[in-house]
């Protein structure tokens, strides 16, 4: 699938598309266009190593919907009025998407939604917010955990989004946002 545009659409979000949690498939996406549509797509967890499509130029994400744990990893990433419902303290990261904007997406979790973090790669990150609601049940993080120590740094847009459930972050006293390594965060 090298260097192809890849379009995976769902009849209704009832197909459901399970994230691989191998990291060798990265080669199979190299320089390819990824776009999924109308789908459920269920993320690994963590300890299993689930690493989004890291050698893809770009991602594309309409009205699907996220459940549990996914890291993004195409160069360009686009999620477009999208559902991700974390359980279990599970959430997003960007990971090493470059750039990667969410528009009118819903956020649904336990404790925090989102982590913007890279894993091994390092270099400026821009992640943009549009338009985004974030619900925790337990008040114990903000809505969007920054890590700004793992060598990279980012760019964060956070527009016209709003936030319930949530706690003031350590570092910021934010609910919406917490930053962890400011010196490296716009």
């Known amino acids: 699938f ?39 797509l269920v993320g690994t967890e963590y300890k299993e190593n689930t690493q989004g499509y890291q050698k893809a130029v770009k991602e594309t994400y309409v009205d699907c919907n996220f459940e549990n744990y996914i ?5 360009v ?12 303290n599970s ?4 990971a090493t998407a470059d750039d990667i904007t969410f528009n009118d997406c819903k956020f649904n979790g336990v404790e925090r939604i989102v982590k913007v973090c890279t894993v091994g790669n ?27 120590t793992k060598g990279s740094s980012y760019k964060v847009y956070i527009n016209g989004c ?5 706690a003031p972050g350590e570092f910021t006293g934010e609910t919406m946002f917490n930053i962890e390594g400011m010196e490296n965060v716009e």
């Open 2 to 40: 090298t260097d192809k545009a890849l379009n995976f659409e769902g009849i209704t979000k009832s197909a459901i598309v399970k994230q691989s949690p191998a990291t060798h498939i990265d080669e199979f996406y190299k320089g390819a266009e990824l776009n999924f549509k109308n789908l459920t």
């Open 71 to 75: 890291m993004f990893a195409g160069d």
């Open 77 to 88: 990433t686009i999620v477009e009025n999208c559902v991700f419902t974390g359980k279990y």
């Open 91 to 94: 959430y997003f990261w960007t």
């Open 122 to 148: 390092h270099g400026e990150r821009k992640v943009t917010f549009n338009d985004c609601t974030f619900t925790a049940t337990e008040q114990k993080k903000a809505a969007i955990e920054i890590d700004g």
């Open 162 to 166: 709003t936030e319930s459930g949530f």
